[in-house]
């Protein structure tokens, strides 16, 4: 999937000079003048990046983070402007935006800063990916195969499974082998560290 960056600023010259620094990196841009728009147009799912100026009409920055965090919206926001203080980089950051950058900026550092943002996406989509990968597999598994499994996360021997259970310890070894199977996972090792990468405890 292509990473666009997304700008979203009131001032037309802000807009247009930003565009034209990241099209000069060769990654796509898309930009907006006001937040209202870009919620009304963004698609959810998107890859990329978001710089967002602060003082904007309607709803500013800030709200507009606050915004695409209640959607799930997961993509970095760089926050951009030229009326920064201390409190407001305070909640800036406290709001985990990914980075907070003060007008006039230095080109070099905001494109080294999106082209970091960018990859930590891609990063956190791929991570992302794996975890559903592993959590559809657990889905798999019959309701036997999971207590099974607790037992065997549980550091269990096949006995103790199997009298916990009340069944025999061959079947216990016959639902390990499947869950191992429908797991992926070759070693008792690999199969916790599947539970954990699924947020199994």
Same mark, same amino acid.
């Given at each position: 999937?292509?990473?666009? /960056?997304?700008?979203?600023?009131? #001032?037309?010259?802000?807009?247009?000079?930003?565009?034209?620094?990241?099209?000069?990196?060769?990654?796509?841009?898309?930009?907006? !003048?006001?937040?209202?728009?870009?919620?009304?147009?963004?698609?959810?799912? !998107?890859?990329?990046?978001?710089?967002? %100026? /602060?003082?904007?009409?309607?709803?500013?920055?800030?709200?507009?983070?606050?915004?695409?965090?209640?959607?799930?919206?997961?993509?970095? /926001? @760089? @926050?951009?402007?030229?009326?920064?203080?201390?409190?407001?980089?305070?909640?800036?950051?406290?709001?985990?935006?990914? #980075?907070? @950058?003060?007008?006039?900026?230095? #080109? !070099?550092?905001?494109?080294?800063? /999106?082209? !970091?943002?960018?990859?930590?996406?891609? #990063?956190?989509?791929?991570?992302?990916?794996?975890?559903? %990968?592993?959590?559809?597999?657990?889905?798999?598994?019959?309701?036997?195969?999971?207590?099974?499994?607790?037992?065997?996360?549980?550091?269990?021997?096949?006995?103790?499974?199997?009298? %916990?259970?009340?069944?025999?310890?061959?079947?216990?070894?016959?639902?390990?082998?499947?869950?191992?199977?429908?797991?992926?996972?070759?070693?008792?090792?690999?199969?916790?560290?599947?539970?954990?990468?699924?947020?199994?405890?």
């Amino acid at each position: 999937m292509e990473s666009t /960056v997304y700008i979203v600023d009131d #001032d037309r010259l802000a807009r247009e000079s930003l565009r034209w620094l990241i099209e000069s990196a060769q990654l796509p841009v898309k930009v907006f !003048s006001n937040g209202l728009d870009f919620l009304a147009r963004y698609e959810p799912g !998107s890859a990329g990046c978001l710089l967002l %100026d /602060v003082r904007m009409p309607a709803i500013n920055g800030m709200e507009l983070h606050t915004k695409l965090k209640a959607r799930g919206v997961t993509m970095p /926001v @760089i @926050i951009v402007t030229g009326h920064a203080d201390v409190p407001m980089a305070v909640r800036a950051m406290k709001a985990r935006v990914y #980075d907070f @950058i003060e007008k006039p900026y230095n #080109d !070099s550092l905001m494109l080294e800063r /999106v082209q !970091s943002a960018i990859a930590y996406e891609r #990063d956190n989509r791929r991570n992302q990916a794996r975890i559903n %990968d592993v959590r559809n597999r657990l889905a798999r598994l019959t309701p036997r195969e999971q207590e099974v499994l607790r037992g065997v996360l549980g550091s269990k021997q096949n006995k103790v499974i199997a009298a %916990d259970l009340g069944i025999s310890i061959k079947t216990v070894e016959l639902h390990r082998a499947n869950l191992m199977t429908k797991m992926k996972a070759t070693s008792p090792t690999q199969l916790v560290r599947l539970a954990l990468i699924a947020g199994l405890d």
